[in-house]
């Protein structure tokens, strides 16, 4: 039965996620494309593009696009540094990666409502077990 898959389950909550993190961050002007990205660069302060699209598992075309319209929407700084550009977080861009960074752990609080602390905390560790064979994730800590 479809109901009873891992992508199902992802599917679902993939929609419930991307739709209560656009909500959150369609005052500030970002979308949920650009919220990885944020969270990337506001936890690696001074990564390159190419150390930025190979840590999220990017397209190098769409990562050059959307660092671009991060800059020149005023999210993101590109500083040279030698041969190659850095990225920083502007004043704005520090705004959108605290609002971004909670988002995650405000979504877990509503999508996880229903399971006790136990349940949670084994939800986790089984989901860290799937999620390590895939490779290519940022870590949202507190």
């Not at 590109?78 to 705004?95: D, F, I, T």
């Amino acid at each position: 039965m479809i109901f009873q898959t891992l992508a199902y389950y992802t599917t679902v909550l993939y929609r419930g996620f991307s739709a209560y993190t656009t909500s959150r961050l369609q005052a500030l002007g970002l979308n949920f494309g650009s919220l990885f990205l944020v969270v990337y660069v506001g936890k690696h302060p001074n990564c390159t593009q190419a150390q930025l699209t190979a840590a999220l598992g990017l397209d190098w075309g769409y990562s050059q696009r959307s660092v671009t319209k991060l800059v020149q929407e005023g999210f993101l700084i590109r500083q040279k540094q030698g041969r190659a550009y850095h990225l920083v977080l502007s004043e704005k861009g520090q705004q959108a990666f605290d609002i971004s960074h909670q988002v995650f752990f405000d979504w877990d609080e509503q999508a996880f409502s229903a399971l006790s602390n136990g349940e949670r905390e084994q939800l986790l560790v089984l989901l860290a077990k799937v999620a390590q064979k895939e490779g290519k994730h940022i870590c949202v800590k507190p």
